[in-house]
């Protein structure tokens, strides 16, 4: 089966927008993965189609109503109940290119795209609903994180990116940031492209491009670099080693 992608949104004429092309809409096109937005909606029970409601307590903004967003859910899991379902909002845990993998081998994932001030809590108190955040920042709804999302896990398919092995060295895979790329022309400007990636010697071009990854995320992602070394520093025991 393919990797089904159900999204719960206000905009469905969002999908699969920039995922029609390039990679991922050449997958689409060939039945690796589908996309299915359901139009949150069409759960509404008034005449207005309202979905949201003011915030309990006050404050600025409106906020998407718990009853009206159980019904979407239900559906969609009444439709692929082996979907896990996701939720784009600021709130969640950071995904990280793990997550990723787990959800590019499996079904797929239904996605429920935030708008407004977010979600009435209580709908994840009442549904098996993961909160999910592609990072520090703010977005006008959580389409574009879902775009994000199903760009990350539809690459990973079967049979997508050209060559299996092409992802295996890019930034995070390892836990760490991917080392520099060059290529023609050789002198560009003034610069020139790194004698070690020049002299055909593999083993010292490997040995290069290990020392950059580090360098580069020990200055640049010092977070990273963190959980690298102290992954690096267990034992299989698990303590740690004296440094």
Same mark, same amino acid.
């Given at each position: 089966m393919s990797f089904q992608a159900q999204l719960l949104t206000l905009y469905p004429e969002m999908f699969p927008g920039p995922l029609g092309m390039s990679l991922a809409g050449r997958a689409l096109a060939e039945g690796k993965w589908a996309c299915d937005p359901i139009h949150i909606r069409d759960f509404a029970t008034d005449r207005h189609r309202t979905v949201d409601d003011t915030p309990a307590g006050g404050g600025a903004g409106m906020v998407l109503r718990a009853d009206i967003l159980a019904h979407a859910i239900d559906h969609a899991l009444a439709k692929r109940p082996d979907l896990p379902v996701i939720a784009m909002t600021p709130r969640g845990a950071p995904v990280t290119q793990g997550r990723i993998r787990e959800l590019a081998a499996g079904p797929g994932a239904t996605i429920l795209c935030g708008r407004f001030e977010g979600f009435d809590e209580r709908i994840f108190e009442a549904r098996p609903v993961e909160q999910v955040s592609m990072g520090d920042i703010i977005l006008s709804g959580g389409e574009m994180g879902a775009l994000m999302l199903l760009d990350a896990c539809i690459r990973l398919l079967p049979g997508v990116m050209g060559a299996a092995s092409?992802?295996?060295e890019e930034s995070f895979e390892s836990g760490l940031l991917e080392y520099p790329h060059y290529t023609r022309p050789v002198i560009w400007e003034g610069r020139m492209i790194p004698e070690v990636l020049r002299s055909g010697d593999h083993a010292k071009i490997a040995a290069? $491009?290990? *020392?950059?990854?580090?360098e580069d995320t020990r200055l640049r992602r010092p977070d990273l670099w963190e959980r690298?070394?102290?992954? $690096?520093? *267990?034992s299989p025991s698990g303590a740690q080693r004296e440094k």
């Amino acid at each position: 089966m393919s990797f089904q992608a159900q999204l719960l949104t206000l905009y469905p004429e969002m999908f699969p927008g920039p995922l029609g092309m390039s990679l991922a809409g050449r997958a689409l096109a060939e039945g690796k993965w589908a996309c299915d937005p359901i139009h949150i909606r069409d759960f509404a029970t008034d005449r207005h189609r309202t979905v949201d409601d003011t915030p309990a307590g006050g404050g600025a903004g409106m906020v998407l109503r718990a009853d009206i967003l159980a019904h979407a859910i239900d559906h969609a899991l009444a439709k692929r109940p082996d979907l896990p379902v996701i939720a784009m909002t600021p709130r969640g845990a950071p995904v990280t290119q793990g997550r990723i993998r787990e959800l590019a081998a499996g079904p797929g994932a239904t996605i429920l795209c935030g708008r407004f001030e977010g979600f009435d809590e209580r709908i994840f108190e009442a549904r098996p609903v993961e909160q999910v955040s592609m990072g520090d920042i703010i977005l006008s709804g959580g389409e574009m994180g879902a775009l994000m999302l199903l760009d990350a896990c539809i690459r990973l398919l079967p049979g997508v990116m050209g060559a299996a092995s092409s992802g295996d060295e890019e930034s995070f895979e390892s836990g760490l940031l991917e080392y520099p790329h060059y290529t023609r022309p050789v002198i560009w400007e003034g610069r020139m492209i790194p004698e070690v990636l020049r002299s055909g010697d593999h083993a010292k071009i490997a040995a290069w $491009r290990k *020392q950059r990854a580090e360098e580069d995320t020990r200055l640049r992602r010092p977070d990273l670099w963190e959980r690298h070394i102290g992954v $690096r520093d *267990q034992s299989p025991s698990g303590a740690q080693r004296e440094k």
